[in-house]
């Protein structure tokens, strides 16, 4: 019995290997049509830039110091009340989450931290490689920030 069950596996493990062979050299001999593929890896990607200027939604007068966040990167207004982030992303319409915060506490006054969101609606873009860099594009978004209760 024991003899009779090797027997069959060997047949067995024969022609799958045989099969497995054949369909192997089969599809390496497949032509191919057209120029060779190129092996590329990563993700176009895009520079999105925001800027602007902080002022107090009270007096209009610039606010040094907020903490402005944008995905990962982070920055800070200065004694103009002027910032500038940027975020890498897919060069397509987008949308970035910015936070503006006060850091320095009653330095310059207090400030309400704001949440809000920047478009980039059918951007335009520049400076693009034509490979994997797609290139910049930048929004001035002004804000105003609410004194602390």
């Known amino acids: 019995m024991k003899k009779a069950r090797t027997k069959i596996l060997n047949s067995y493990n024969l022609v799958l ?14 032509e191919i049509t057209g120029p060779e593929p190129k092996a590329e890896y990563g993700v ?21 110091n907020i903490r402005v966040i944008m995905r ?14 940027e975020a890498q ?22 400030y309400a931290t704001k949440d809000t969101t920047v478009k980039f609606t059918n951007p335009d873009f520049s400076g693009s490689s034509g490979n994997w860099n797609g290139g910049e594009t930048s929004k001035e978004f002004n804000i105003k920030l609410d004194p602390e209760k």
């Open 17 to 30: 290997g045989a099969l497995l062979s054949a369909l192997g050299f089969l599809s390496s001999c497949q």
């Open 44 to 64: 176009p990607y895009a520079t999105f830039k925001v800027n602007g200027k902080i002022q107090s939604s009270q007096t209009n007068e610039p606010i040094p």
């Open 72 to 85: 990962y990167d982070t920055t800070y207004s200065n004694a103009q009340g002027r910032y500038e982030t």
């Open 89 to 110: 992303a897919f060069p397509e319409s987008q949308e970035f989450s910015i936070r503006f915060r006060d850091v320095d506490s009653t330095q310059h006054g207090s």
